[in-house]
């Protein structure tokens, strides 16, 4: 145990704040104040009470506050690491929202007959954001759709609002609120679970398109950030793309209809290609959000088009126009943010860059998962540096955030001395200075920007906790086993039997932690193999040849698919969103209910289901389909007047090549109802359906309730704002951890669908269920809501694992565990070299390398496979080297370089 431990574990919180003034700074006085601080002062100075008086510009952080925000048209390029997962989230919901409401609209847009009552009524806006925040706990604080000045053809008033006239604006927005205050929650304990819904155009001050209301300049048209879709003054047809879609009927159970029943457009959201400037979504700067949530937030926001003005004679006029935007929130605090320096042109520059507190031997890198906190960071030894004996991986931020001025100086590591030539494919380079500066600044550079992008600490946040954990328990084993003795004695001892300690297994660990796992335990060849073959086999299964092959071979084992609930995570997100929807919807919507003026909402229809499937599909590039799957007579159609027997809307993005044009495939959509599909794969025979109702048909215990307390406006112009006429409504839903994951199947298509719309690809369907009330008013599982995703997008991790875990890669990463630990990389891909073997405590990486200071998997796998097939390799020199501290070595001397040199080339000619 080291110094610099012992004495932190005396130390308190990170921060002080002194007096009420508020000014934030470190504890010791060698952390100067920076921009973290600056910022901390300000979210200090506004509260709910104070907010109402202050500026707009004292309730806002700089715009460069929240750095690598999602855009669109890179997102299918780029890796997806979890510390962006809740941008992703919000960013998609937005999108998502902004595809439903255009679709919509202009589905029905016709007849003010058949068309206008069919669209969604008041409580499907109020219930569809309610679902959106519900669903999304922790990624995601609020959600809405605010209606431009006269844009919204309100259908829920038909006493006194005529078809063809508006409401001045309309703004149901839904935010999480804490309700431990609450009479009817006696344990008083906040439980995530109440959502309110405001309309925010309605109440005294409402009009928040006006240029005076604080949400006008933060919210719905701040320039500078892009934000402007309201009100329209876009002339040009290319920031509003038009999409084709064509729908399917079923003629009856079992048989598709073969010509699409609809095949139209709409215009949505843009869908920029790489080098188009509009985004659909873009990005708030965070600001206060004073009179709702009371914190600070940040806002995606995005487009709603209408093909306005509708039922109107002047048809000249008609064209397609920005009437809302959706709006997602989630908790600044939330949002992880890069604490490391970046270089002024870097893209990842922001406002915090820098505020990291690595010492100069060392390179930082970010955490995910600690959102607006200090220490979400860690510093590795630069490559040619090792970490000192008493450090066991790298050192934490949150540590050094800890660290006296004196202790401040055990963060940096030793320079290791007689490194050994580079590696590279044919084993070690020759020795010429001159080559290698020459390659340094072009390759090497290029290399090392690639490789920081690519292993930096992605996956290692659960690997530092468990880290932290055995430190704490060895730090109470000492304790306990000395008495409180520590000194000079203790630190010599642990000097000496570092070696020993370094690769031994601490009994109280077990196999607990990665950086202390026993020898030889964890790698094991039968599973690599086994892995190596899982893969090829999965190579080997085309759209072509699938049809020859049996439902057990187009299936891989459930391990397979391990980790796809992280990976996927977004993806279930939107599924489990539409289950909360249709539970709301359907638990609370009479339609024979008025309440003076108005409707609350009619039942769903068909093109409002199609609808919601299309924008699951359309705003989330790794979805491949989606689809809401009614159980049997459990879908009542309000246009026949009856339940069907099943109904299956499910949307595909166009899957064949017949649309030569590559952007316009992009824009083209197809959905079918489900119920059509044939027999032997009908719906209501898949695992994700029959499970799923297996489970909840017949019990439905476990289900979260969640409360929403709706606001409504007192009359048609917004004047004043009221409780619904019912407050609260409840409604009772699946939880994230209640979906269904498939197996890694193959879906195979390819003959039995005319149409070829279909997957044919390795995917993983995630269902959840959905409920409604039966006619005794018992809650009643009414189907599943379910999202198909790439098996390709999912990350394997080969580390070795905890023994209930079911992953089938486990253990199968080939890296020299006596010397060095494994560790998972996230790289959006389902193949074998997602890690990388990293030195141990008290190992040292030998090599003279600018730009690694690990082994990466490809290398390590490529080279162990090489080994097994008795080719030329270098596997046995991966490994890492024990560490020699400088002092303990004689001084330079050419000897001993040979020597080291001469033995690693003899393992290399052995073999
Ligand atoms: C509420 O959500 C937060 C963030 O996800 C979580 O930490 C907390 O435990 C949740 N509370 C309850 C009662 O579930
Ligand atoms: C609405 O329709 C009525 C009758 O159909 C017509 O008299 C009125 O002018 C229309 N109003 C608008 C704003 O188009
Ligand atoms: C809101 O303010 C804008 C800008 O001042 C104005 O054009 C619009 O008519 C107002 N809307 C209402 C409903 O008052
Ligand atoms: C498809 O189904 C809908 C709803 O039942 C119906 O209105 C429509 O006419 C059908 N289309 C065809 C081509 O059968
Ligand atoms: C309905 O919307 C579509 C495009 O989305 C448009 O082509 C059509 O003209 C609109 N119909 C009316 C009556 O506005
Ligand atoms: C998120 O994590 C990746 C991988 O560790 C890192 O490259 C990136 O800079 C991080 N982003 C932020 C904002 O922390
Ligand atoms: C709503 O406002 C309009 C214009 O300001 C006015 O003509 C109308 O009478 C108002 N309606 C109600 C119900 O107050
Ligand atoms: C590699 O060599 C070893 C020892 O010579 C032998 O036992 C083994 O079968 C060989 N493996 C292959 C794949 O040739």
């Given at each position: 145990?080291?110094?610099?431990?012992?004495?932190?574990?005396?130390?308190?919180?990170?921060?002080?704040?002194?007096?009420?003034?508020?000014?934030?700074?470190?504890?010791?006085?060698?952390?100067?104040?920076?921009?973290?601080?600056?910022?901390?002062?300000?979210?200090?100075?506004?509260?709910?009470?104070?907010?109402?008086?202050?500026?707009?510009?004292?309730?806002?952080?700089?715009?460069?506050?929240?750095?690598?925000?999602?855009?669109?048209?890179?997102?299918?390029?780029?890796?997806?690491?979890?510390?962006?997962?809740?941008?992703?989230?919000?960013?998609?919901?937005?999108?998502?929202?902004?595809?439903?409401?255009?679709?919509?609209?202009?589905?029905?847009?016709?007849?003010?007959?058949?068309?206008?009552?069919?669209?969604?009524?008041?409580?499907?806006?109020?219930?569809?954001?309610?679902?959106?925040?519900?669903?999304?706990?922790?990624?995601?604080?609020?959600?809405?759709?605010?209606?431009?000045?006269?844009?919204?053809?309100?259908?829920?008033?038909?006493?006194?609002?005529?078809?063809?006239?508006?409401?001045?604006?309309?703004?149901?927005?839904?935010?999480?609120?804490?309700?431990?205050?609450?009479?009817?929650?006696?344990?008083?304990?906040?439980?995530?679970?109440?959502?309110?819904?405001?309309?925010?155009?309605?109440?005294?001050?409402?009009?928040?398109?006006?240029?005076?209301?604080?949400?006008?300049?933060?919210?719905?048209?701040?320039?500078?950030?892009?934000?402007?879709?309201?009100?329209?003054?876009?002339?040009?047809?290319?920031?509003?793309?038009?999409?084709?879609?064509?729908?399917?009927?079923?003629?009856?159970?079992?048989?598709?209809?073969?010509?699409?029943?609809?095949?139209?457009?709409?215009?949505?959201?843009?869908?920029?290609?790489?080098?188009?400037?509009?985004?659909?979504?873009?990005?708030?700067?965070?600001?206060?959000?004073?009179?709702?949530?009371?914190?600070?937030?940040?806002?995606?926001?995005?487009?709603?088009?209408?093909?306005?003005?509708?039922?109107?004679?002047?048809?000249?006029?008609?064209?397609?126009?920005?009437?809302?935007?959706?709006?997602?929130?989630?908790?600044?605090?939330?949002?992880?943010?890069?604490?490391?320096?970046?270089?002024?042109?870097?893209?990842?520059?922001?406002?915090?860059?820098?505020?990291?507190?690595?010492?100069?031997?060392?390179?930082?890198?970010?955490?995910?998962?600690?959102?607006?906190?200090?220490?979400?960071?860690?510093?590795?030894?630069?490559?040619?540096?090792?970490?000192?004996?008493?450090?066991?991986?790298?050192?934490?931020?949150?540590?050094?955030?800890?660290?006296?001025?004196?202790?401040?100086?055990?963060?940096?590591?030793?320079?290791?001395?007689?490194?050994?030539?580079?590696?590279?494919?044919?084993?070690?380079?020759?020795?010429?200075?001159?080559?290698?500066?020459?390659?340094?600044?072009?390759?090497?550079?290029?290399?090392?920007?690639?490789?920081?992008?690519?292993?930096?600490?992605?996956?290692?946040?659960?690997?530092?906790?468990?880290?932290?954990?055995?430190?704490?328990?060895?730090?109470?084993?000492?304790?306990?086993?000395?008495?409180?003795?520590?000194?000079?004695?203790?630190?010599?001892?642990?000097?000496?039997?570092?070696a020993a300690r370094s690769i031994s297994t601490p009994a109280d660990m077990g196999g607990q932690n990665v950086h202390y796992l026993g020898r030889l335990a964890t790698f094991d060849a039968d599973r690599f193999k086994a892995a190596t073959q899982l893969i090829s086999f999965t190579a080997s299964v085309t759209p072509e040849n699938c049809a020859a092959k049996t439902p057990q071979q187009l299936e891989l084992p459930g391990e397979a698919g391990y980790g796809a609930d992280t990976s996927f995570q977004v993806q279930a997100r939107s599924a489990l969103r539409l289950a909360h929807f249709l539970s709301a919807f359907s638990q609370n919507v009479n339609p024979d209910e008025v309440y003076g003026p108005f409707y609350s909402d009619k039942h769903l229809n068909r093109d409002q289901l199609f609808g919601e499937a299309f924008a699951n599909v359309m705003s989330d590039g790794w979805i491949r389909s989606a689809g809401i799957y009614y159980d049997?007579?459990?879908?009542?159609?309000?246009?026949?007047?009856?339940?069907?027997?099943?109904?299956?809307?499910?949307?595909?993005?166009?899957?064949?090549?017949?649309?030569?044009?590559?952007?316009?495939?992009?824009?083209?959509?197809?959905?079918?109802?489900?119920?059509?599909?044939?027999?032997?794969?009908?719906?209501?025979?898949?695992?994700?359906?029959?499970?799923?109702?297996?489970?909840?048909?017949?019990?439905?215990?476990?289900?979260?309730?969640?409360?929403?307390?709706?606001?409504?406006?007192?009359?048609?112009?917004?004047?004043?704002?009221?409780?619904?006429?019912?407050?609260?409504?409840?409604?009772?839903?699946?939880?994230?951890?209640?979906?269904?994951?498939?197996?890694?199947?193959?879906?195979?298509?390819?003959?039995?669908?005319?149409?070829?719309?279909?997957?044919?690809?390795?995917?993983?369907?995630?269902?959840?269920?959905?409920?409604?009330?039966?006619?005794?008013?018992?809650?009643?599982?009414?189907?599943?809501?379910?999202?198909?995703?790439?098996?390709?997008?999912?990350?394997?991790?080969?580390?070795?694992?905890?023994?209930?875990?079911?992953?089938?890669?486990?253990?199968?990463?080939?890296?020299?565990?006596?010397?060095?630990?494994?560790?998972?990389?996230?790289?959006?891909?389902?193949?074998?070299?997602?890690?990388?073997?990293?030195?141990?405590?008290?190992?040292?990486?030998?090599?003279?390398?600018?730009?690694?200071?690990?082994?990466?998997?490809?290398?390590?796998?490529?080279?162990?496979?090489?080994?097994?097939?008795?080719?030329?390799?270098?596997?046995?020199?991966?490994?890492?080297?024990?560490?020699?501290?400088?002092?303990?070595?004689?001084?330079?001397?050419?000897?001993?370089?040979?020597?080291?040199?001469?033995?690693?080339?003899?393992?290399?000619?052995?073999?």
């Amino acid at each position: 145990m080291g110094l610099a431990r012992v004495a932190i574990v005396t130390l308190g919180a990170i921060f002080v704040l002194f007096g009420t003034g508020g000014i934030a700074i470190g504890p010791y006085r060698w952390m100067t104040r920076d921009n973290f601080d600056a910022v901390m002062e300000k979210m200090d100075t506004v509260n709910e009470f104070n907010c109402k008086e202050m500026s707009s510009e004292s309730l806002r952080l700089p715009a460069n506050s929240v750095g690598q925000r999602p855009k669109f048209n890179v997102l299918p390029q780029i890796v997806i690491f979890p510390n962006r997962t809740n941008l992703i989230h919000m960013h998609n919901m937005a999108l998502n929202r902004a595809y439903f409401y255009s679709y919509i609209l202009q589905r029905l847009n016709e007849s003010q007959v058949t068309d206008f009552p069919m669209l969604p009524g008041m409580l499907y806006y109020y219930m569809g954001a309610s679902a959106d925040v519900s669903s999304g706990v922790g990624l995601m604080n609020g959600s809405g759709v605010l209606f431009d000045t006269h844009t919204q053809y309100a259908n829920w008033y038909p006493t006194i609002l005529l078809f063809n006239n508006t409401l001045p604006l309309f703004g149901p927005k839904a935010f999480l609120v804490d309700d431990f205050q609450d009479p009817v929650n006696w344990l008083r304990e906040p439980t995530n679970n109440t959502i309110r819904v405001d309309d925010l155009g309605s109440g005294p001050g409402h009009n928040y398109t006006a240029s005076w209301h604080p949400l006008n300049s933060m919210v719905v048209r701040d320039v500078p950030n892009q934000i402007d879709f309201i009100p329209d003054l876009r002339t040009d047809y290319r920031a509003k793309h038009q999409y084709d879609y064509l729908i399917y009927n079923a003629t009856r159970v079992g048989e598709m209809e073969r010509m699409p029943n609809i095949k139209r457009q709409f215009f949505g959201p843009p869908s920029p290609g790489i080098s188009e400037p509009y985004q659909p979504v873009y990005f708030t700067r965070p600001y206060f959000d004073c009179g709702r949530s009371n914190k600070w937030i940040v806002s995606a926001v995005a487009p709603v088009i209408d093909f306005m003005v509708r039922y109107s004679i002047e048809t000249k006029l008609r064209r397609p126009q920005y009437v809302a935007i959706t709006v997602t929130d989630l908790d600044f605090l939330r949002i992880d943010f890069d604490p490391c320096d970046r270089s002024v042109d870097s893209p990842d520059r922001t406002y915090f860059s820098g505020v990291a507190r690595c010492r100069s031997t060392t390179l930082c890198e970010p955490l995910p998962g600690h959102g607006y906190q200090r220490g979400g960071y860690v510093c590795h030894c630069r490559p040619g540096y090792r970490y000192p004996y008493w450090q066991n991986g790298p050192f934490l931020g949150r540590d050094i955030e800890q660290a006296s001025e004196a202790e401040a100086d055990q963060f940096e590591c030793i320079p290791v001395e007689w490194k050994l030539q580079r590696l590279t494919e044919r084993g070690i380079t020759p020795n010429s200075k001159r080559r290698r500066r020459r390659k340094r600044s072009l390759d090497e550079t290029k290399e090392l920007v690639h490789l920081m992008h690519l292993y930096n600490a992605s996956a290692m946040a659960e690997l530092r906790s468990k880290v932290a954990e055995h430190d704490r328990r060895d730090r109470e084993l000492k304790r306990a086993q000395k008495a409180g003795s520590y000194g000079l004695g203790s630190l010599v001892k642990g000097l000496l039997s570092r070696a020993a300690r370094s690769i031994s297994t601490p009994a109280d660990m077990g196999g607990q932690n990665v950086h202390y796992l026993g020898r030889l335990a964890t790698f094991d060849a039968d599973r690599f193999k086994a892995a190596t073959q899982l893969i090829s086999f999965t190579a080997s299964v085309t759209p072509e040849n699938c049809a020859a092959k049996t439902p057990q071979q187009l299936e891989l084992p459930g391990e397979a698919g391990y980790g796809a609930d992280t990976s996927f995570q977004v993806q279930a997100r939107s599924a489990l969103r539409l289950a909360h929807f249709l539970s709301a919807f359907s638990q609370n919507v009479n339609p024979d209910e008025v309440y003076g003026p108005f409707y609350s909402d009619k039942h769903l229809n068909r093109d409002q289901l199609f609808g919601e499937a299309f924008a699951n599909v359309m705003s989330d590039g790794w979805i491949r389909s989606a689809g809401i799957y009614y159980d049997r007579e459990a879908f009542w159609d309000p246009l026949l007047k009856r339940r069907i027997e099943y109904f299956g809307p499910t949307a595909f993005k166009l899957a064949s090549d017949d649309t030569g044009d590559q952007k316009q495939r992009q824009l083209s959509f197809v959905a079918e109802d489900a119920a059509g599909w044939p027999l032997e794969r009908a719906y209501f025979e898949r695992d994700w359906f029959r499970i799923l109702k297996q489970r909840w048909a017949s019990n439905t215990y476990g289900l979260e309730t969640f409360v929403n307390k709706p606001y409504v406006r007192t009359d048609l112009n917004g004047t004043g704002s009221k409780p619904f006429q019912r407050y609260p409504l409840y409604y009772r839903a699946p939880r994230f951890a209640d979906m269904y994951w498939s197996k890694p199947y193959f879906d195979c298509n390819r003959n039995r669908d005319p149409n070829s719309r279909h997957v044919n690809d390795w995917v993983i369907t995630v269902a959840a269920p959905f409920f409604g009330y039966s006619e005794q008013r018992s809650l009643q599982f009414l189907g599943v809501t379910a999202v198909t995703v790439r098996l390709d997008k999912l990350d394997i991790n080969q580390c070795p694992g905890n023994f209930y875990e079911a992953n089938y890669f486990k253990n199968s990463a080939p890296c020299h565990f006596e010397s060095s630990y494994c560790v998972p990389v996230i790289q959006n891909k389902f193949q074998l070299e997602n890690y990388k073997c990293e030195c141990r405590q008290g190992f040292e990486y030998p090599y003279n390398d600018i730009s690694i200071w690990f082994f990466a998997g490809g290398t390590v796998s490529s080279q162990y496979e090489r080994a097994q097939r008795n080719e030329t390799n270098y596997y046995r020199m991966l490994k890492c080297r024990e560490g020699a501290g400088s002092s303990l070595l004689p001084s330079r001397g050419s000897i001993l370089v040979a020597m080291l040199v001469g033995v690693l080339v003899a393992n290399l000619s052995r073999d």
